[in-house]
């Protein structure tokens, strides 16, 4: 588990802390204790661990989100919900005297209110879930699972990009594929060194995702490869698209390690329309296989202009 | 008699351990967990000390449990390929041609590819390896041979300015990770082979290097001088001697090795094999030369592999390779390369 963001949320902690450790300071100075023979074990065993996971979800809550305001609601209404569950733990071991028995009253009053300011906060934590979801157009298509992030371009993975298309094929509906691939990378990486490399990955995912639509989907092939999926487009759609593609990143001057000349890199592609009755492998087998031939052009090509020279 | 172990100190870390930490620490992995049980440190790859095998294979093991995604073992690959801290790996780069780079590759065998052993056949302008397990890898043999491949593959981009055509046969089944593979090894794979092998035609290596410069290969030659080693592993040795009387039974063996039946058996089983796989390792071997590389029908090929009838022959080739010789053809069809005249 990473705990880096555990340490940023200092008030929230300070709030944990205090509804932590207040019931213990509250019961021990009212309570009296009771006898062991009236300890009541299934209820000591029940409580005692809803009040342990409580904790546990609060840590994992600070640890696991940035500050903000549903961190907050969040955070505060688990606290609250804590803070009776610790009250109603301690008091099968102490027993309130006579002038504060109304404290066995009141002792579930922050529950009812943590829940409350919990509730809020889900629907808070619902209305930031769409944003973000805005925020992951073309990155991912009606499905989430994190496990298939890559973490050099924070793009999906292929296996899930082809369960996507694999879907579409079921729903009868047609789409375009366009596979990219960068020019000469092994090149560049030789040249600027991987970890560069990874970050111009990085950049040309960024600016795939800036040509793409909103329901397009585009994902890390392998390599310095990517594939795009452009539901109910047509071929004639996809070979503009590509080519905006390849013309943007023509376009971008990479500045490696901090110097200031500017690297330029071109991207090529090939584009196929996807029948929902094709094979998906054999599609992108062709489509990678054309796409090895146009790179084969380039350098025989070029070869022949050093020639000619 | 002296073999090479599991716990020779001679592996580069420069080469190995730096390379295998680039590539995990860039896909966010923790380099002390990475590090953790291998009993190499940060200061040690600083320092630039040597590893053994069996360090070094567990850092290949923590690499692929700890790195999410599949590209793990072809990145090593590439990079391994690509690294020229090594002077092994400068003189590579800088040899007259590829075939000269793989001809610097065998010399330095035991840096360059530690773990792999390759034979190498050179037939009707085609050029053969046959790939076999120096040290027993257990688990790992699928991730070591996709760095040994990657790596070729990016040593002939890196020499040539462009990638050989490789013919890459593997005995596993097609894998999930099938882009990693297009990817980095090109779309000639070929799956749930009796062997695993790479050909390649021939012509396609002597091509000169384009980084030729015979001043600096010379002065890393002779810089990497001392590292030669003529030392051979304890499986390999044990492989030369089966060619050699492929009906000799174990305690012979044990006595060419001057050991006991026993020792040899206990000492094969901590490398994590057996008499009979090598046996039939070497024999699977001898027949895929025979029958499908040389084009040799099987009377000839019983001949040449000292089997003395036809049906004990077919029987003994289903036992080695799990086909009989018609069904070997058929799976190994992208063997023999034809070689077009040019």
Redesign the interface.
């Known amino acids: 588990m990473n705990l880096s963001l555990l340490w940023r949320h200092t008030s929230l902690l300070v709030v944990f802390t205090v509804c932590l450790l207040l019931p213990f300071v509250l019961m021990i100075n009212l309570g009296i204790a009771k006898d062991v023979e009236e300890y009541k074990w299934t209820d000591i065993i029940g409580e005692g661990s809803v009040a342990l996971l409580t904790i546990l979800w609060v840590i994992s809550a600070l640890a696991s989100r940035p500050p903000g305001l549903v961190t907050r609601m969040l955070v505060l209404g688990l606290s609250c919900f804590m803070f009776s569950c610790l009250l109603d733990v301690i008091d099968e071991f102490l027993r309130y005297d006579s002038e504060h028995i109304w404290m066995s009253m009141v002792e579930s009053i922050p529950a009812a209110i943590g829940m409350i300011i919990m509730s809020v906060a889900l629907y808070l934590w619902h209305l930031e879930q769409l944003a973000l979801n805005r925020q992951l157009q073309r990155r991912e298509f009606e499905h989430r699972s994190f496990e298939k992030i890559d973490v050099i371009t924070q793009l999906y993975r292929v296996d899930y990009w082809r369960e996507r298309a694999e879907e579409i094929q079921q729903r009868n509906i047609s789409a375009a594929i366009v596979v990219l691939d960068i020019n000469d990378f092994s090149n560049f990486n030789l040249k600027f060194g991987d970890t560069e490399g990874d970050r111009f990955l990085r950049e040309v995912a960024h600016l795939i995702l800036m040509n793409l639509r909103p329901m397009d989907l585009v994902s890390r092939y392998a390599g310095d490869r990517f594939v795009i999926l452009l539901p109910e487009s047509t071929l004639a759609n996809a070979v503009d698209m590509a080519e905006q593609v390849e013309n943007s990143v023509k376009n971008v001057a990479f500045k490696a390690n901090e110097q200031t000349t500017a690297a330029f890199q071109s991207v090529r592609t090939a584009v196929r329309v996807l029948m929902p009755n094709t094979s998906l492998q054999q599609c992108l087998t062709e489509l990678n296989i054309e796409l090895d031939n146009k790179s084969q052009l380039a350098n025989s090509l070029q070869n022949n202009q050093h020639k000619v020279a | 008699m002296t073999y090479l172990n599991y716990q020779d100190k001679y592996l580069p870390l420069e080469l190995y351990a730096a390379t295998v930490v ?1 590539v995990c620490i ?3 992995v923790n380099i002390n967990k990475l590090l953790r049980g291998t009993g190499v440190f940060k200061a040690d790859i600083i320092k630039g000390e040597h590893a053994s095998p069996s360090q070094i294979l567990r850092l290949f093991s923590n690499a692929q449990a700890l790195t ?4 793990c073992a ?1 990145q090593i690959g ?2 391994l390929a ?1 690294n020229q801290q090594n002077t092994v790996m400068q003189a590579l780069h800088y040899s007259r041609s590829f075939e000269e780079s793989l001809r610097l590759v065998t010399l330095f065998e035991n840096i360059c590819s530690p773990f792999i052993a390759a034979t190498f056949i050179k037939q009707n302008g085609s050029g053969y390896w046959l790939l076999k397990q120096k040290l027993g890898l257990g688990k790992l043999e699928q991730f070591v041979m996709e760095i040994f491949c990657t790596a070729l593959v ?1 040593l002939s ?2 020499v040539l ?2 990638r050989v055509k490789f013919y890459f046969g593997f005995q596993w089944q097609k894998p ?2 099938i ?2 593979y ?3 090894l ?2 000639r794979t070929y799956f749930e082979q009796p062997a695993n092998v790479i050909a390649v035609q021939w012509s396609s290596l002597a091509k000169s290097n384009v980084n030729r410069n015979d001043l600096l290969k010379r002065h890393a030659i002779h810089k990497a001088n001392k590292l030669i080693m003529c030392k051979f592993s304890l499986l390999e040795h044990v492989r030369y001697l089966i060619a050699g009387s492929p009906i000799a039974p174990l305690p012979q063996i044990a006595e060419q090795l001057k050991t006991s039946p026993a020792t040899l058996k206990r000492k094969l089983k901590e490398h994590g094999s057996s008499f009979k796989q090598l046996h039939d390792e070497v024999r699977k071997h001898q027949a895929i030369h025979c029958l499908i590389l040389q084009g040799l029908n099987n009377e000839q090929s019983a001949l040449l592999m000292d089997i003395s009838d036809a049906t004990n022959f077919r029987r003994s080739i289903k036992r080695w390779t799990g086909y009989t010789p018609s069904e070997l053809k058929k799976t190994c069809d992208f063997l023999p390369l034809i070689v077009l005249p040019s």
């Open positions: 680039d860039a896909r966010g999410p995604g599949y590209d072809f590439r990079r690509a990016s981009q890196h300015g462009h999930k990770q882009q990693e297009e990817e980095n090109g779309y």
